[in-house]
């Protein structure tokens, strides 16, 4: 007898995607399957379309949270194994489920391989981010075999590892408390490369700007509480998790060089100092012009020290991400990624520290608009 699967969406308010995903779930011809939707305060449309499958569908009229939800379908469901997908997640693989259940074999939990879709900037973008993630699952499930951070869009895990580790929890992020849980527990890690599930781009940047920023106050919560699993984990593996740091955030690269390089901010202001004492008292002038030259030259050739730094910093992750492309199944545009490298990435991680100077100084970790 076939494995028994409990695919479990929570959703708020309902979408066509949603609507979407759940036909294509009734229409898998997996024979022992069971779909399982938390609807929070359901748009009318979506409530009457979704009635009209043969799915457990749990509408709540009031917003009762991502993971209260999850929580509540995982009480009514009965599968040996658990696939929780997002609500605005889809999938092209014929034969989902029982791919997905194929792949599972060996594992306690796994993550599925994401794409996004879109013809847009932000969609094509975040498709190269996206890939850097699952390169990023992939290598840490090839090297230890552990999850330390899990992306909550698509994932599956067997019923007795989530029982085993309490399931959901009520934490930001839930799905990287879970994911750091069943690494605290020894469980399997697998990464999913087929069945792939296809994730949407937000509708703008504003949209996006909002998520990154619950993302990276998530982030920082997940860190200050996470620090000393987070630092036995740089000790048994630095290379490792040097890799992944640089992996997901390009950026860092360019930031650590600017750091060490660029002192041009003090050279600055000490050169227009001694300027403008020489211009007040002429017996410094010819100290001042002298030194200020120097300084000036200084301050030209950390500029290029800098730059050329930048330059080289740029080709060769250029030439690491072509090689990930191929690896993965991804079209590498050098322009694109050069969008990503120097625009897309150092504004994520802008806002990554916005999120972690918010939650270690001032320790606010609110996330009023949070799904």
Known sequence: MSVKVSVIIPSFRGSPTLVELVNKLVEDDYPNKEVLVVVDAPLQEVAEKLEKQPVKTIFRHRRGGRVSALIEAFKQSSGELLIFLDDDVGFTDKGFLSRAVESMKGFDIGEFMKIVEG????????????????????????????CLGLNGAAFAIWRPAYEKIGGF???????????????????RFGFVENPRVVNYAPPGWRDWFKQRVRWGIGAAVWVRENWRTLLKMVREEPSLILLLLFLILPSLASFTITFLLNT??????IWMGLLTLSSLYSGLLPFATLFSYGLFLKILLLFTKTLVALIAAFALFSVFYHRISKKMGYRFNPVK???????????????????FIRVFVFNKNSLKDRP
């Open 337 to 355: 990624f050069a969008f990503l490298y120097f625009v897309y990435s150092p504004l994520w991680f802008t806002i990554l520290l916005s999120g």
């Open 264 to 269: 041009l901010l003090e050279d600055r202001l």
């Open 119 to 146: 013809d847009g900037l932000l969609a094509q973008t975040l498709n190269y981010e996206f890939m850097s993630f699952n390169y990023g699952s992939m290598v840490l499930a090839s090297r230890t075999g552990r």
């Open 169 to 187: 929890r009520h934490k930001i992020p839930d799905d990287f408390d879970l994911g750091i849980r069943s690494y605290l527990a020894g469980l």
